[in-house]
């Protein structure tokens, strides 16, 4: 609930006229209301003679006034008479401006929760690139090598079989860098220079009818599935959403393997 503060007080050394400025009114409402506070009960043509404004333009404030709750009237011998209601009405409208600051403060408070959500569904939109061949393929692992964990499924050497000594240089490169990798590779590679001795690297090992001609790798709010065929292609997914699926996924078949 929003705290309003009312700075306005009223003495004998204030204007009366600003203090009404302060209130919200215009310049024309507040000359308009302080003649009908000093004219009291009067049809039109006292109040333009009063204010020195243009007839249309006291009607109109005070229809304003009117709307405000600080100017009503009746009709005598089917004439008008305007009369401003008593000075404590402007209570009232000090309410009333509280309550709309306060609707437009929970609108606007819906409005930015709103705004929160798009931008974080722009923060996690899904972004999909394909890559074609040893070098296309290259660039994706360049890429993995900028984070310090990646989790790996599926490996059988299909690796090192389509991009040679890219492979080892990889390797390298990924234990001077000192990137934790979780691997879960096919039984059949156990004990081969595919697994080697890894520092940073932990491995467990699935049954050979899991193997399949592709691996996926997850590093940070990605997943690389590689297709390791004669001419490799990669697929990148940018998804904080997909890439914890997937290691939510890894998580599960890792207590299933063996060490």
């Known amino acids: 609930m929003t705290t309003f503060k009312y700075n306005f007080v009223l003495n004998t050394n204030m204007d009366a006229e ?3 400025k302060q209130l919200g009114l215009t310049d024309v409402e507040s000359n308009v209301y302080l003649a009908l506070l000093k004219l009291g009960s009067t049809t039109t043509g006292p109040l333009v003679k009063k204010t020195e404004l243009h007839r249309a333009t006291v009607y109109d404030a005070l229809k304003r006034l ?11 011998q089917k004439t008008k008479y305007f009369e401003a209601t008593d000075p404590s009405h402007l ?12 609707k437009k403060e ?41 984070y310090k964990k990646n989790w790996v499924f599926g490996s059988s050497g299909r690796f090192r079989d389509v991009l040679g000594t890219y492979f080892y240089q990889f390797q390298k490169r990924k234990t001077r860098l000192k990137i ?29 009818e899991y193997e399949s001609p592709t691996s996926i790798i997850a590093y940070d709010n990605k997943v ?36």
């Not at 209570?91 to 309550?99: G, P, S, T």
């Not at 606007?108 to 972004?127: D, F, G, P």
């Open 66 to 76: 009117m709307e405000k709750g600080l100017v009503n009237y009746i009709i005598k």
């Open 224 to 259: 690389a599935t590689f297709v390791w065929t004669e001419m490799p292609i990669a697929f990148l997914i940018e998804s904080r959403q997909v890439a914890n699926s997937y290691r939510n996924y890894f998580k599960l078949l890792w207590k299933m393997a063996k060490k």
């Open 18 to 20: 600003i203090a009404l």
């Open 180 to 208: 934790l990798t979780h691997h879960l590779v096919s039984e059949r590679v156990k004990g081969t220079d595919i697994i080697g001795k890894k520092p940073y690297g932990i491995t467990r090992y699935l049954p050979k």
């Open 106 to 146: 929970n609108i606007t408070k819906t409005a930015i929760k709103e705004l929160q959500k798009v931008k974080e569904l722009a923060k996690q939109k899904q972004i999909a690139h394909i890559f074609q061949g040893a070098r296309g393929v290259k660039t994706v692992f360049e890429d993995i090598l900028k």
């Open 91 to 102: 209570l009232d409208l000090i309410i009333r401006q509280k309550e709309e600051i306060e």
